[in-house]
């Protein structure tokens, strides 16, 4: 059985970091590429960032760049999310979800960590 | 980005037909996911390339497509139908490896 499972989340203040983590397991997971997609609170679902299966292709929604890092550990079966200089809008649940490359879809989601960035 | 336009709200009635929309030039180039969401949890996978439906899913799920614009058709709405639905696709904007959801569509089945 496929699972994902977020955890890092919490509250911090503006400008503060976080670290978000996925363990993965019940498939191989350096098979597929790994987005994080987050949810405002009483809002849509927002595409953050992906990576492929191996880290060597990243993207990023243009209001992370340069303030959120993306990577994985297939060691470990980990996908990360780094997060600087958090702004209050960044506060969201934020999921993982598996990449399938053939479709282009989202076939698995985790349950979400929330982030809550206020002073 | 690119973006995706969804309508906010749609209702129909028990064992009716409804279609839910979505519009954007990354269409042209991708093919429409739709995801829904009920309350309080994640989103599930339900439409993909087009017409295809992950096990699991029923067959009154079905999609569609032409030029910029996607439909999810649900043939006989069930009360736990009733969901958030949201359409994706790859970002045609430029962004090498990116996605693109629409604002969603707030399904009442009434």
């Known amino acids: 059985e496929v699972q994902l499972v977020e955890s890092g989340g919490g509250v911090v203040r503006p400008g503060g970091s976080l670290r978000l983590s996925c363990a993965a397991s019940g498939f191989t997971f350096d098979d597929y590429g790994m987005s994080w997609v987050r949810q405002a609170p009483g809002k849509g679902l927002e595409w953050v960032s992906g990576?492929?299966?191996?880290?060597?292709?990243?993207g990023y929604v243009g209001s992370v760049k340069g303030r959120f890092t993306i990577s994985r550990d297939n060691a470990k079966n980990s996908l990360y999310l780094q997060m600087n200089s958090l702004r209050a809008e960044d506060t969201a649940l934020y999921h993982c979800?598996?990449?399938?490359?053939?479709?282009?879809?989202?076939?698995?989601w985790g349950q979400g960590t929330l982030v809550t960035v206020s002073s | 980005s690119s973006e995706l336009t969804q309508d906010p709200a749609v209702s129909v009635a028990l064992g009716q037909t409804v279609r839910i929309t979505c519009q954007g030039h990354s269409l042209r180039s991708y093919f429409a996911t739709w995801y829904q969401q009920k309350s309080g949890q994640a989103p599930v996978l339900v439409i993909y390339g087009q017409n295809n439906r992950p096990s699991g899913i029923p067959d009154r799920f079905s999609g569609s497509s032409s030029g910029s614009t996607a439909s999810l058709t649900i043939t006989g709405a069930q009360a736990e139908d009733e969901a958030d639905y949201y359409c994706c696709c790859r970002d045609s904007s430029g962004n090498h490896l990116g996605w693109v959801f629409g604002g969603g569509t707030k399904l009442t089945v009434l």
């Open positions: 979800a598996r990449r399938d490359s053939s479709w282009e879809n989202f076939d698995y």
């Open positions: 990576i492929n299966w191996n880290g060597g292709t990243t």
